[in-house]
């Protein structure tokens, strides 16, 4: 009987030591890409906003203005080890119900860290746009450390800084990676301008410098890299010989309480992974080790045993 429960306890004890790493290294790494039918919707709010009215020629000001960003996988352009999104953002005055600024973007970045890719149609607006950086979200298991972000206005890479860990605000006891991307004021297209609009003197049009800047600040869930919260402080404005004359719009856009229940939600999927991972193969090596030093034990026990005594 001894030499039964012994032999069991080594086969437990191999098989557990087995499969730790293989939950860890291959189960884990199954988890740990983008889904290829993603779709998600957020909503960015600000109740101060200003913004150029271009149908009544006027600056609204102290408007509530809502950013609505619909992204959706692009399935057949998909592959194992790259993703393709598509993104349309939409801004609009929710008093005046009055939309006034529009863009789309399709990219393809890897399934695992997160990393825009070179390929498969890359643009901005319809324009053929080479993209880099972080895409839409982070790594899987982000570190604490600056990375890069792409920045679909300005289209460039820029380095977006890790500053610490803290609370999504409102959610005690989730704890997020906060990082801030800082653009500086940077041309992005020109316009004409009736000369009277930016109080010029003359008759007629003027061309303008359309300049934008933003301070972007993400929290990102430390382990699935999705954003779970979001503020960006954004300025348009138009510049005429280096000296502002309209601003174009202006405002502080923060995800709605709504969006962040929804982000900390679809990111709750983390814990699964930080079990698989991490929990489960630490329980099973301990187990493993445990139930392989007892069979061993058993066995030489056995070993020296009387012989009339052993069953």
């Known amino acids: 009987m001894r030499r039964t429960v012994a032999a069991v306890c080594v086969a437990l004890g191999v098989f557990c030591l087995v499969l730790a790493p293989l939950l860890r290294y291959w189960v884990a790494g199954v988890f740990m890409k983008t889904p290829l039918d993603y779709y998600s919707q957020t909503v960015n709010r600000s109740e101060d906003a200003t913004y150029f009215n271009i149908e009544e020629m006027e600056v609204i000001e102290g408007a509530t203005v809502e950013a609505h960003t619909t992204l959706k996988a692009d399935v057949r352009a998909s592959d194992d080890e790259t993703v393709v999104w598509d993104e349309f953002r939409w801004v609009k005055d929710v008093e005046r119900d009055f939309a006034f600024l529009s863009t789309t973007r399709h990219t393809a970045h890897d399934r695992v860290t997160g990393e825009a890719v070179d390929c498969c149609g890359s643009a901005v607006n319809e324009e053929s746009v080479p993209q880099s950086g972080q895409a839409f979200k982070w790594p899987f298991l982000v570190e604490q450390r600056d990375y890069e972000f792409f920045d679909s206005t300005v289209r460039e890479t820029l380095p977006i800084t890790f500053e610490g860990v803290e609370e999504v605000d409102g959610h005690p006891g989730v704890e997020a990676y906060k990082f801030v991307q800082v653009v500086e004021p940077t041309v992005v297209e020109t316009r004409e301008f009736p000369r009277s609009l930016l109080g010029l003197e003359g008759e007629g049009d003027v061309t303008a410098d359309v300049v934008y800047s933003n301070t972007r600040t993400y929290w990102i869930d ?42 900390i939600e679809a990111a709750a999927d983390g814990e699964k992974l930080v079990l698989i991972r991490t929990t489960l193969p630490i329980v099973l090596l301990s187990a493993g080790a445990a139930l392989l030093v007892l069979g061993l034990v058993l066995h030489v026990a056995r070993a020296k045993s009387p012989a009339h005594a052993r069953t």
């Open 222 to 263: 430390p382990v699935t890299g999705s954003p779970l919260d979001l503020s960006e402080e954004q300025r348009r404005v138009a510049v005429v010989d280096g000296e502002e004359r309209l601003t174009m719009f202006e405002a502080t856009m923060d995800f709605t309480d709504e969006t962040v229940e929804e982000r």
